[in-house]
């Protein structure tokens, strides 16, 4: 266990490279070493995209979840088709509470009001080059409401919702068509804790 602190970094300069809809930073810092001396100075170029929630949408009732669906252009590189298979998600905007930032994505997304919420974990996402944290939720839904294309015409979103029983969602985990680690996460949590979820809900 580190005993390290942030008291530990010392940051020289930083520089603004980008500042758009996301933010990148250029940082020269030094650190201290495990041997008890300092670094040289050094960079690193940091993203800085913000916060974000994401919320697994399950329907107990019917042994149910609810993804979405939708194009992401960096996937073009590895991934068979960019169009993945995720869980509701989005950025915490100054001022707005965890939770409440899962309830306004789940109607924007989904089209899908929250009946309860669930806290999962919370973890950094690529800490070796941006400082987003992800908070992850599960939240219980009626998943029989769930149908169509939704999303912000604003933000170019084109989100298809899925309704996608256990079994199936299971099958997506093991074989791989369901590759990006949020959901992913938040799936293999949900099948580890699957009781204890329940009987909390319940």
């Known amino acids: 266990m580190t005993s390290f602190t942030q008291a530990d970094v010392e940051v020289v300069k930083k520089e603004s490279l980008h500042d758009g809809y996301f933010q990148t930073n250029k940082y020269y810092l030094r650190h201290r070493k495990y041997d008890g001396s300092w670094t040289e100075v050094f960079t690193r170029e940091v993203f800085e995209r913000g916060h974000a929630v994401a919320v697994l949408l399950y329907d107990s009732d019917n042994e ?15 991934s068979t088709s960019p169009w993945l298979i995720e869980v509701v998600a989005g950025i915490i ?32 996402m690529s800490p070796g080059g941006t400082t987003e944290r992800l908070y992850a939720y599960i939240g219980k839904v009626d998943s029989s409401l769930a149908d169509g294309i939704h999303g912000l015409d604003e933000e170019t979103e ?14 997506w985990l093991d074989s791989g068509k369901i590759d990006n680690s949020t959901a992913i996460i938040l799936l293999q949590w949900f099948f580890l804790n699957k009781a204890a979820l329940l009987s909390d809900w319940q």
């Not at 609810?66 to 590895?78: C, G, S, Y």
């Not at 001022?95 to 924007?108: D, I, L, P, T």
């Open 158 to 171: 084109d989100i298809k919702v899925l309704r996608v029983p256990e079994v199936q969602a299971r099958e």
């Open 64 to 78: 149910e979840f609810v993804l979405i669906e939708q194009f992401r252009f960096p996937a073009m590189e590895t």
């Open 93 to 124: 905007e100054e001022g707005e509470s965890h939770e409440s930032v899962c309830h306004r994505e789940a109607e924007e997304e989904a089209g899908l009001r929250i009946q309860k919420l669930t806290k999962v974990c919370d973890f950094l």
